[in-house]
């Protein structure tokens, strides 16, 4: 018990931390009127600070999450029909499934990095020559919405470079974790299916992986190909500005879809019958 409440504190800790140090930077640098020279040096030191506290509090939070599964796992003796959240511990107690997690995740954030332009690749550019050193960090310290500043063009070689944006770091790391553990959950679904498996069982499951692990980016990339190819350039930039909102807007039905395949593999596994202790 006392585990879960640490985990708990934890995951608090690092989502108010996340989003504190982003609304804080924000406002503070909107509150300057007129930008200096020595304002932006000031600016240039907070922004590498924002982000490290980003990075730290998706750390802790991730931290904390993981210690609620533990608490989860070390009390699934005590349920004769368990919990959702105490069946998702019991998959990832499994160090297989943590690594189809991991190895899903992984992909779909490249994936999900290169189409929303946060791995930059342009052959036929040369960062060396038309921007800066090669290596080197660009901070763009000022001024936009909370998450979308401060951001960070990185330049790894003469033509491959990072575009680091604190909103689109959040979603990509948020949606490609779901897709992970979806992805996991329908594997770890699969290899316990029932033994006598009909038709309309194997349907199902189907259609359920093809939900919820589907790839949300690629209907805005889509969209925006699309109105590329017609010539409306202006709506496409506009649209790619509002991407990350598209995305975020599929979160929360990618938490549905875990909520429903845990609830599956409940019953699968338990019956339909209540939460029940010992």
Not at 241 to 270: D, G
Request: hydrophobic share 55%.
């Amino acid at each position: 018990m006392q585990l879960r409440s640490t985990g708990i504190f934890d995951v608090g800790v690092g989502v108010a931390l996340t989003l504190g140090v982003l609304l804080g930077y924000s406002m503070y640098t909107w509150s300057f009127a007129v930008l200096t020279t020595q304002t932006l040096r000031v600016f240039k030191g907070l922004s590498f600070l924002t982000i490290a506290l980003v990075f730290l509090g998706i750390i802790v939070s991730l931290f904390g999450f993981g210690q609620i599964l533990r608490a989860e796992r070390n009390l699934a003796h005590e349920y004769v029909s368990p919990p959702s959240i105490t069946v998702l511990a019991k998959v990832f107690g499994e160090r297989k499934y943590n690594s189809v997690m991991i190895i899903a995740a992984a992909f779909y954030g490249l994936f999900y990095a290169a189409v929303s332009s946060m791995i930059i690749y342009r052959p036929m550019e040369n960062f060396a020559h038309e921007y800066f050193a090669i290596p080197s960090v660009v901070p763009i310290v000022c001024c936009d919405r909370p998450g979308f500043t401060p951001f960070f063009a990185i330049y790894l070689t003469e033509h491959l470079g990072l575009l680091i944006i604190p909103a689109n770091v959040l979603i990509m790391i948020a949606v490609s974790s779901l897709v992970g553990i979806n992805v996991a959950l329908a594997v770890y679904t699969y290899v316990n299916r029932p033994r006598h498996v009909g038709a309309y069982w194997l349907s199902g499951l189907g259609a359920a992986v093809g939900l919820f692990t589907g790839c949300p980016t690629c209907a805005g990339l889509f969209l925006g190909s699309m109105i590329q190819a017609a010539g409306n350039v202006a709506i496409a930039s506009v649209l790619a500005e509002y991407q990350p909102i598209f995305i975020a807007m599929t979160i929360p039905l990618l938490l549905a879809s875990t909520y429903l395949v845990i609830r599956r593999l409940r019953i699968t596994l338990y019956g339909s019958c209540k939460v029940v202790k010992k």
